[in-house]
C-alpha cells in the first residue's frame, strides 16, 4: 500500500488532524490514552476549589469553581427578575452572540469564498480586487470599531458588518491561495478530457481548492467570535459579551469566568462542526492514513 | 453522399500528426533571456504508428507533446493532425501524464467516468464502458480507491484507463513510467504493449529510458540537445514481444545510445561553460 502524501500542503497541517506523534501511532493507547489526557485539567480544576475551599486565597478576585458553576446556573436557568439582571439571561444571549456570528460568517464565506476563488484563478479579477483587499487587510478589526460605530450606530448593523469583514479576510486569503495552488495538469488534463474552459473553474479550481477554503472558514468563524465579544462590549446591547461586560461593572468574576466558559464552548462547537464537514468532504485529501 | 460519408470517417479515425517547423521560445523576463526549446522541428507521424520522443534533457520533448496535445501553442509552423491544424486540447487526443494527473477527490471509478461524462453519454454505457476499461487494466476490485491510496503504478494504470475509455485516436505519454519502480515499469509496458496492439492507436511517447524505445516503438526519434530538432530516426524492425537480450535489440541499443551520448556530452559542455538553468524543467 502507498503511504500516499505524507504532507499534503499547509492546509492539511492546519486543519489540525492531530500531532504527527498521535497520526503516526494511532489509538494505540485507546480509552487509556483519552484518560490521560483528561488528568491535567481535573487536576488543575481540584487543585483550584481545594484552595479556594480552603481559604488559600482572597476569593473575591478569584471565585472557586463551584461558586462559578452555581453562577452559571443562575444565569441559565434562574427567574428573570428586575433585581436580578442576569438571572435566566443565557439563552437569550447566546442565540443573539450566536445569530451575530452565524451572520456575519455566511456573509464573509460567500463574498469571501467567491472572491477569493476568482482572484486566484483570473487576472483580471486579482488585479481589480486583490490589492484593495491587501490595503485594507493590515488595518485592525478592532480599529475599525469606533467607525463601524459612527455609520451604523449602536446596532446590529455595526455589529454584523464588523464580524463579517474580520471573518472575509482569512477567508478570501486562502481561497486566493486555494485556486492559485490548483496543480496546472489537473487543468490540463480536464481540458484534454474534454471539460469546456468556462466549466473549468467548478470541475477543477473549485474542488483542488477545498482544503484552503475550509482553512479559510474555520480561521473565519473563530476570528467571527473573537469579534462579537468586542462588538457586544462596545457597540450593541445583548449577547455573552455584553453580559461579559456588565458582569465587569459590578464586579462579578464569577459571572465573567461563566461568560469565557461559554464562548470558549461555542467556538469549540462551531469549530468541530466545521471540522466534522471538511472531514467528511476531504476524505481524499487525509494523506497518511492508519490502516 | 456515400462518398463524404467515408471520407468524414476516413478522416477522424486515421490519427496522423504532421508537425512543420515547429518553434518554441521561453522568455525569461527577469533575466532578458530566450531559451529556444524547439527550433524547427519537422516530423511526421503516421496513423496507428508507435513513436518515441528521445534525447537528452532539455531537448524539448515535453514542449513537442505539450504542443500536439494543445496545452501550448508554438510560436511558429504548424501541427496538423489529420491536416486540420491543432488549437486547444480535446479528447481526440488523450494524454497520460508523468505525475498521473488523477483528479484525488474522484475515487477511481469517477476518474475513469470524467471524460465520458464529459461526453454526455448515458448511465448504462458510461458505467458499462467505466467497468470494461478498469478491467483492461486489472484494477478491477479497486473502484472505491481514492488515489491517495494506491500505488504509483496502479495511479498510472488509472490514468491510462481514464484516457482509453474516451476512446482517442492519439495517445500521448509524456515519460509515464518514469516515476514508477523498474518491476512495476516492465509490466506497464507490457500492458501499454497489449493496449496499442488490441486498439490500434497512434501513440507518441516520451522517454529517457533507451531500451524502453526499443521495447516499445515502430520509429525512434533521437532528438537533438536544446534547440530540439530531429537528429534521427530509427525505425525498430523487430518483431513483438521483443527480447531485449537478443543480438538484434542490442545492436539498436549501441545505435541509439551514440546517437545519443553526442547530444547529452553538448549539453553537459554547454552546461560547464554557461551556467544555464534546466531547460525543460522551467518552462514544464
Known amino acids: 500500500m502507498a503511504t500516499g502524501n505524507v504532507v499534503t500542503g499547509p492546509a492539511a497541517a492546519q486543519l489540525g488532524r492531530g500531532r504527527l506523534a498521535a497520526r503516526l501511532r494511532p489509538g494505540r493507547l485507546g480509552w487509556k490514552r483519552n484518560l490521560r489526557r483528561l488528568l491535567m485539567p481535573v487536576a488543575l480544576l481540584a487543585l483550584w476549589q481545594v484552595s479556594a475551599s480552603f481559604d488559600l486565597y482572597d476569593p473575591t478576585f478569584l471565585p472557586a469553581p463551584i461558586t462559578v458553576l452555581q453562577s452559571l446556573w443562575q444565569w441559565m436557568f434562574g427567574e428573570r427578575t428586575a433585581f436580578a439582571w442576569y438571572s435566566g439571561t443565557w439563552l437569550e444571549y447566546v442565540y443573539l452572540s450566536t445569530s451575530r456570528v452565524m451572520i456575519g460568517f455566511a456573509i464573509a464565506a460567500v463574498i469571501g469564498g467567491t472572491l477569493g476563488i476568482l482572484i486566484g484563478w483570473n487576472e483580471l479579477v486579482a488585479d481589480l480586487f486583490d490589492p484593495v483587499v491587501q490595503w485594507l487587510r493590515p488595518i485592525p478589526m478592532t480599529a475599525w470599531l469606533p467607525f463601524a460605530t459612527f455609520i451604523f450606530g449602536i446596532r446590529e448593523g455595526a455589529a454584523i458588518s464588523l464580524i463579517a469583514m474580520g471573518a472575509f479576510y482569512p477567508i478570501v486569503v486562502n481561497c486566493t491561495t486555494g485556486a492559485e495552488q490548483t496543480p496546472k495538469n489537473l487543468v490540463r488534463a480536464a481540458l484534454m478530457l474534454g471539460t469546456p474552459p468556462r466549466k473549468i473553474l467548478l470541475r477543477v479550481v473549485l474542488p483542488a481548492a477545498l482544503p484552503f477554503i475550509f482553512t479559510g472558514l474555520r480561521l473565519g468563524i473563530g476570528i467571527g467570535w473573537v469579534l462579537v465579544i468586542v462588538v457586544e462590549m462596545l457597540a450593541v446591547k445583548g449577547g455573552i459579551g455584553y453580559a461579559m461586560w456588565t458582569a465587569y461593572q459590578f464586579v462579578r468574576i464569577d459571572l465573567i469566568i461563566a461568560a469565557m466558559f461559554t464562548i470558549g464552548v461555542l467556538g469549540l462547537v462551531t469549530d468541530r462542526l466545521l471540522l466534522a464537514i471538511s472531514r467528511r468532504l476531504l476524505r481524499w485529501n487525509t494523506g497518511l492514513r492508519a490502516r | ?284
Not at chain 2, 221 to 228: L, Q, R, W, Y
Open chain 2, 1 to 284: 453522399m456515400e462518398h463524404r460519408a467515408q471520407g468524414t470517417l476516413e478522416r477522424t479515425s486515421a490519427g496522423g500528426i504532421e508537425c512543420r517547423s515547429v518553434r518554441k521560445a521561453y522568455h525569461d523576463a527577469a533575466e532578458g533571456t530566450e531559451l529556444v526549446a524547439l527550433d524547427g522541428l519537422d516530423l511526421d507521424i503516421e496513423p496507428r504508428e508507435f513513436l518515441t520522443l528521445l534525447g537528452p534533457s532539455g531537448c524539448g520533448k515535453s514542449t513537442l507533446l505539450n504542443i500536439i496535445a494543445g496545452f501550448e501553442k508554438p510560436d511558429g509552423g504548424q501541427v496538423y493532425l489529420d491536416g486540420r491544424s491543432v488549437t486547444q486540447p480535446g479528447p481526440d487526443r488523450g494524454v497520460v501524464f508523468q505525475d498521473y494527473a488523477l483528479f484525488p477527490w474522484l475515487n477511481v471509478q469517477q476518474n475513469v467516468e470524467y471524460g465520458l461524462r464529459e461526453k454526455r453519454l448515458g448511465r448504462a454505457e458510461i458505467e458499462e464502458t467505466t467497468r470494461r476499461f478498469i478491467r483492461m487494466v486489472g484494477l478491477t476490485g479497486f473502484e472505491r480507491r481514492y488515489p491517495h491510496e494506491l500505488s504509483g503504478g496502479m495511479r498510472q494504470r488509472v490514468a491510462l484507463s481514464r484516457v482509453l475509455a474516451i476512446n482517442p485516436q492519439i495517445l500521448l505519454m509524456d515519460e509515464p513510467f518514469a516515476a514508477v519502480d523498474a518491476q512495476t515499469r516492465v509490466i506497464l509496458q507490457e500492458e501499454l504493449q497489449r493496449i496499442w496492439m488490441q486498439t490500434q492507436k497512434t501513440v507518441v511517447f516520451v522517454t529517457h529510458s533507451v531500451d524502453e524505445a526499443i521495447y516499445l516503438s515502430d520509429r525512434v526519434t533521437v532528438m537533438t540537445a536544446g534547440p530540439g530538432t530531429v537528429k534521427a530516426i530509427v525505425p525498430i524492425d523487430l518483431p513483438h514481444p521483443r527480447d531485449a537480450t537478443s543480438d538484434a535489440f542490442n545492436q539498436y541499443r549501441r545505435k541509439i545510445t551514440q546517437l545519443i551520448e553526442v547530444e547529452s556530452r553538448k549539453v553537459f559542455a554547454a552546461a560547464s561553460t554557461v551556467t544555464a538553468g534546466d531547460a525543460e524543467a522551467s518552462p514544464a
